[in-house]
């Protein structure tokens, strides 16, 4: 097991958090004491744990709270990907509408009469 | 009154009742024949489903008056009538109007006639109408327009052979208007009697019936043939006892596509309540008509089973030749009459 140097770029210390606590080398959100004893069994001393363990703590908590940003920001992107959608669906149908108003009109309906011409003469 | 006291004193001499229709008595074509057309229409069977082929512009009877004589006024009707837009259906009656639609029949309106009955017709003749008789008609040959009061009606005629409209088709339908015989003088009509103007004298008075209408839509130009019908109830009927007319319409192709009847009038006639020469009723148009396989013509007159003349074989003859046979109405207990019919 080892302690890394986590980095400040947040993707970056996300992603190295997220791959640490997956394999269970380093248990940031673990007491202190526990974060030491780690650390102490890897070399490092308890100062530098005691320094990472803060760093990577003030690191998560900001990557969280980018999570919830980055959360939001997606949940608007998708708003505005679903208003274009509806936007676009209803042109279509304004579109389809007023094309069904405007065409020329066809008669289909068959007539139901004749002409008659009435005549008269006289029998001779 | 005359005849009336003959007949009386016949039935108390015990002397059997002979009833003629008088010397005074003639039918004649008349060469003007006012009629109030208000409207032509036709109908399904039924009486359903009425189309509209004429209407009259005027509001009144009086104001719809057409000289049926005058082919340039029947030309006039057609004219008007052009291109009727008719309901696809098929079509058995013909209705003339001769008043607004809902006027009760006990409203009278009026034709008007105009014509000359010749010397040869009636004792002391020639008579002819005149607008200020009494009684509608004056001796001499100088005729003019004579008022008859009707009562306003519809006339109807049966096609016998329906009329069918298709969708998106045009025809023609052509009424024919006869006049022949459509007029009678008499000097015994009474004012009470439909169809006549009467004065209180001896003087010449005169009659009417409506013209034999007949409707036509087959090919060719039509032809008649006229036949005065006699009848006795056994043995052979004479010809001068004649007291009915049989008017035949032929098409192009020479098939009878119309039998119309009539009463007919001469100094012989007989009446037609006489028991022993009278005949059946020929006042009503024809219902049904079929061409036998040997060309004798079957037809039957009147609206349902009642009183009017039907034949069963009437036989088409050369012009002054004669042809018997039988006759009689739809009454189950009516006699069977023999007829003699020559051909005018």
Redesign the interface.
């Known amino acids: 097991m080892s302690v890394f140097a986590l980095p400040y770029h947040k993707t970056e210390a996300m992603m190295a958090m997220r791959e640490t606590l997956s394999q269970g080398k380093l248990l940031v959100s673990a007491s202190l004491p526990s974060a030491i004893k780690a650390s102490n069994q890897s070399g490092f001393t308890t100062l530098d744990a005691q320094s990472l363990y803060h760093r990577a703590n003030a690191l998560l908590t900001k990557s969280n709270l980018w999570g919830i940003h980055q959360s939001m920001k997606n949940l608007k992107e998708n708003t505005m990907k679903l208003k274009k959608i509806i936007t676009v669906t209803i042109i279509a149908f304004a579109a389809f509408g007023i094309w069904q108003c405007t065409k020329p009109v066809t008669t289909t309906a068959t007539t139901t009469k004749g002409t008659v011409n009435l005549i008269l003469q006289k029998a001779i | 009154m005359k005849k009336i006291s003959f007949l009386i004193l016949c039935g108390f001499l015990g002397i059997p009742s002979l009833s003629f229709a008088g010397a005074s008595q003639a039918s004649f074509t008349p060469t003007g024949y006012k009629y109030p057309i208000m409207k032509?229409s036709i109908t399904q069977a039924g009486g359903v489903g009425e189309q509209v082929?004429?209407q009259c512009a005027g509001t009144t009877s009086a104001s719809c008056m057409v000289d049926?004589?005058?082919?340039t006024a029947?030309?006039a009707?057609?004219t008007a009538?052009?291109?009727?837009?008719?309901?696809?259906a098929t079509y058995t009656t013909i209705n003339l109007y001769t008043c607004p639609d809902g006027t009760p029949g006990t409203t009278n309106t009026s034709i008007s006639v105009m014509g000359t009955v010749p010397a040869t017709a009636v004792a002391g003749g020639p008579f002819s109408t005149d607008t200020n008789a009494a009684g509608g008609m004056i001796a001499g040959t100088t005729a003019t327009f004579t008022d008859i009061t009707w009562a306003c009606s519809t006339k109807s005629i049966t096609m016998t052979t329906p009329f069918v409209?298709?969708?998106?088709?045009?025809?023609?339908?052509?009424?024919?208007?006869?006049?022949?015989n459509s007029v009678w003088t008499d000097a015994n009509a009474s004012a009470g009697m439909g169809g006549c103007k009467a004065d209180a004298t001896a003087a010449q008075d005169i009659c009417s019936v409506m013209p034999?209408v007949?409707p036509y839509f087959g090919s060719g130009t039509?032809t008649?043939e006229r036949y005065l019908v006699a009848h006795i109830n056994a043995g052979t009927a004479l010809a001068v006892d004649a007291n009915a007319g049989v008017n035949l319409?032929i098409d192009g192709n020479g098939s009878v596509f119309y039998a119309g009847t009539q009463p007919y009038f001469s100094a012989s006639s007989i009446a037609s309540t006489d028991a022993l020469k009278g005949g059946p009723d020929y006042n009503a148009s024809t219902r049904t008509l079929s061409t036998n396989a040997d060309g004798t013509i079957a037809f039957q007159t009147g609206g349902s089973a009642d009183n009017r003349v039907g034949f069963t074989a009437f036989q088409r003859t050369a012009v002054g030749a004669t042809h018997t046979g039988t006759c009689k109405n739809e009454l189950g207990t009516s006699p069977t009459w023999n007829y003699l019919a020559t051909r005018q």
């Open positions: 032509i082929l004429y049926v004589a005058n082919p029947l030309s009707i057609g009538a052009a291109n009727a837009s008719i309901e696809a409209v298709t969708a998106g088709s045009t025809q023609n339908l052509t009424l024919l208007v006869d006049l022949t034999l007949i039509p008649y319409a």
